[in-house]
């Protein structure tokens, strides 16, 4: 397959000024290969921060330029396959992340995949759930590091964004200018160590232009549910932000009327942490298919 490329083309900024390495027509498949967030530098629990380049760290492969895609386009990100591949790392870190101030010494931890679980010490078993932590396009201008998420998605570190789920973002640059990382094995909500089980993996996804006008982005659907996702300086804003990104796609996408869409958000929808460990702070707002259903409502095939 020629829409093939690896972690070697990893870069460390969305921005309308990186090279792209692989140009695709929409609705062909890509097949990629993904770094760890440390770019494999932690193999063995000997390796700490201490040694660590921060440059190289947060890469994402590509960017991908998706041919005849615009600014104000919708893009829609089908993700066949999330796959961890090769074994996890975590850290913890005395004074990062939100643990961070009860941690008095730096541990790095190797988790072992073992067929679709992952293996914390020996102990513990974890059902893995594959997902990327960094997924997205250029901004119009300037450049967001990959350490941060935003309106162009970015590090969301949102576990929904895994294997069979589509993600929607708003191009801002000729071409999009796509890319992703930051695979975690497994992870829970909020990240809070600052990491996931950091892993080195590989992705099959196809791009593609859709036409739902009004969608606000990120936007994220499965066989469930769709969410949107939000990021800001506080949790407050964030999850503002978000319950008002629901509500307006509920009632000028989806057609619900005003009070319904909100009554509703509030008996079935929930509001979930996706990180609260990056520069800025990432939430979401999960609502049901079944419901949208109901109001005669379905995402695009
Ligand atoms: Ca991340
Ligand atoms: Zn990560």
Not at 233 to 256: I, P, Q, R
């Amino acid at each position: 397959m020629s829409n093939e490329i690896t972690r070697d083309t990893a870069f460390f900024a969305f921005s309308p000024d990186v090279e792209p390495v692989l140009h695709v027509k929409q609705g062909e498949e890509v097949k990629l290969t993904t770094h760890d967030c440390f770019s494999g530098q932690l193999k063995t629990t000997a390796d700490t921060l201490e040694t660590l380049d921060w440059s190289i760290t947060n890469p994402a492969t590509g960017p991908i330029y998706i041919e005849g895609t615009k600014p104000g386009d919708l893009l829609r990100i089908d993700l066949h396959e999330v796959k961890a591949t090769g074994s996890s790392v975590m850290i913890a870190v005395p004074n990062v992340g939100a643990l961070g101030h009860l941690i008095t010494s730096e541990e790095t931890a190797i988790l072992e995949n073992r067929g679709d679980m992952v293996v914390f010490k020996d102990k513990v078993v974890v059902k893995q759930n594959a997902m990327l932590g960094v997924i997205g396009v250029a901004p119009a201008a300037g450049e967001v590091h990959n350490s941060t998420p935003g309106t162009h998605g970015g590090n969301m570190d949102c576990t929904l964004i895994t294997s069979g789920s589509r993600l929607y973002l708003s191009v801002a640059v000729e071409g999009a200018l796509f890319g992703c990382g930051d695979m975690h094995a497994a992870m829970g909500d909020g990240e809070v160590v600052v990491c996931g089980a950091e892993t080195p993996g590989e992705v099959r996804l196809t791009p593609q232009v859709v036409d739902l006008a009004g969608l606000p982005t990120p936007f994220i659907e499965n066989d469930e549910l769709v969410a949107v996702i939000a990021s800001a300086e506080s949790l407050d804003d964030a999850y503002k932000l978000a319950l008002d990104m629901m509500h307006e796609f509920l009632t000028k996408v989806a057609g619900l009327p005003v009070n319904d869409a909100a009554m509703l958000m509030s008996l079935v929808g929930d509001l979930k942490f996706c990180q609260v460990v990056d520069p800025l702070l990432t939430v979401r707002f999960e609502f049901p298919k079944s419901v949208l259903a109901d109001y005669g409502f379905s995402m695009p095939a």
